[in-house]
């Protein structure tokens, strides 16, 4: 069924930047709606962005709002999601995930929605 691979996490100063990449293998990614979601230790997960197929409708969480950016390029199979003016409490596994869907203009954003996840890469956020 092929695989979600994440990239990019690391560690980071307050106010600083990183790009996450979440590259499919395996399966065509533009026939998947995608997502980004993150979980903190002790905390649920929630969502970070939504993307449709076609890349054009994007929703995100409440908290990330301004600072954070998702978008994809099809012909790589790839989602990113940028990051800027990060805080300490962004620090937490971010994961990407892929619902297949024959939508090309909805997003979904709750984590049930998606059947297909990667293992997640590690932000840290130090102050």
């Known amino acids: 069924q092929g695989q979600l691979v994440e990239s990019g996490g690391g560690l980071v100063q307050a106010g600083g930047s990183l790009r996450l990449s979440c590259t499919a293998s395996?399966?065509?990614?533009?026939?998947?709606?995608m997502g980004w979601f993150r979980q903190a230790p002790g905390k649920e997960r929630e969502l970070v962005g939504a993307?449709?197929?076609?890349?054009?409708?994007?929703h995100y969480g409440d908290s990330v709002k301004g600072r954070f950016t998702i978008f994809r390029d099809n012909t790589k199979n790839t989602v990113y999601l940028q990051m800027d003016s990060l805080k300490p409490v962004d620090t937490a596994l971010y994961s990407c995930?892929?619902?297949?869907?024959?939508?090309?203009?909805?997003?979904?954003?709750?984590?049930?929605?998606?059947?297909?996840w990667g293992q997640g890469t590690q932000v840290t956020v130090s102050s």
């Open positions: 995930a892929a619902r297949q869907t024959y939508m090309t203009d909805t997003f979904y954003y709750r984590d049930g929605e998606y059947p297909y």
């Open positions: 395996g399966r065509a990614e533009n026939d998947y709606a």
């Open positions: 993307i449709s197929r076609n890349g054009y409708v994007t």
